[in-house]
């Protein structure tokens, strides 16, 4: 019988990204857009595919179509932006450009997992700024490690998954001010929070912005991401990143909805809206903490969130994201904001399971057992 070697001794500490794929009817746990692509973009991709999509042939590397779309919009050259196989391949090209052995990259947790994963899987040593109890970045304590530590990256999603909090302007332009280092600000989420360190770049040469076709744009299934960068930054990124990454039908489908961006218009309102109903509906339950959102998703603390995420799926087949287990994140749960039938049909369950808790506390019974006795008490 023959043994397997073991892989890189770093594995051990990693965790594998979990996205936890459960089938459920209403998923509000991948911050994605409710909506499919609209009908108008669906027919013209289907022109497309049956014109001028060679499927036998390797794609663009560049993604120079959508390149010079997304350069145009945002005031900049082509070789200021690259495309990537989602926002994550281009996380991954920095960390492998800025990072490896030796080098450092400071995240402010809790945050977006991805960063601290790449960041290991490279060998590249993670320093944590953790956040504030309201999930505010301690910008002194970012300060002294900048000074201290001399980072080679330092990432800030603004808005921040999973807290849905922005970082000051002010802040963000001190630590460009104090640090050569790559400055990456993750604005996965700026259709929504409609706030942007764009007008920073020509100043600041090591500012990196990330955005994504996954959030607003209905693209999560297809795998499109663009960073915005100074040309050299750009220029090195290439050295490391996989040729052939986005596919032509992504480039073309990608292109296609950034200039039909427009059309996404109404549903960001709807969902600025459907938050809102989200953070008041949420606060008026009884037992629920939730916390202040620039984003398209809404974080709460609630006792026994497992428990609560558990009867969310098994009785009323609602997917949320479960961060009880991250540090930081004790008893919190996320929610995406969905349409307005997925919004009231997660709300109704919040209500009828806190109903169910409240009930059991009054008979003493264990909230580990929430779900039944709810029913018990109907
Ligand atoms: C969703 C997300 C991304 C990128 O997602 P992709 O689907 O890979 O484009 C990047 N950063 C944050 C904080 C996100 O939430």
Known sequence: MKKLRPPRPELENIAAYDAKDVRADVRLSANENPHNLPGEILDKLADRVRGDIDFNRYPDPMSTHLRTLIAEANGLEPSNVLVGNG????????????????????????????????????????IEVPRLADFSVDGELLMDVVRERDPDIIVVSNPNNPTGTMVPETLLIDLLKATDALVLVDEAYFEFSRQTMRPHMERHHNLVILRTFSKAFSLAGLRAGYLLAHEDVVRELTKV???????????????????????FEAGIREAMRNRDRLLHGLSAIT???????????????????SAVWRDLLHDHSVLVRDFSRTPGLEDCLRVTVGSDEEIERFLKAMDEIMAGKRAADH?????SATGRVRKAGE
């Open 241 to 263: 990143r996989q040729p052939y990454s986005v596919n032509r039908f992504t480039q073309a489908a990608a292109a296609l909805t950034f200039r039909e961006r427009m059309v």
């Open 87 to 126: 926002g994550d391949e281009l996380i991954l090209d920095i960390v492998l450009g800025w990072g490896g052995p030796g080098r450092v990259l400071v995240d402010m947790p809790p945050t977006f997992s991805m960063y601290g994963i790449d960041a290991r899987m490279t060998g590249t040593n993670v």
């Open 287 to 305: 037992g629920v903490e939730v916390f202040p959102s620039e984003a398209n998703f809404v974080l709460f603390r609630v006792a026994h969130a």
């Open 363 to 367: 008979f003493g019974m264990s909230a």
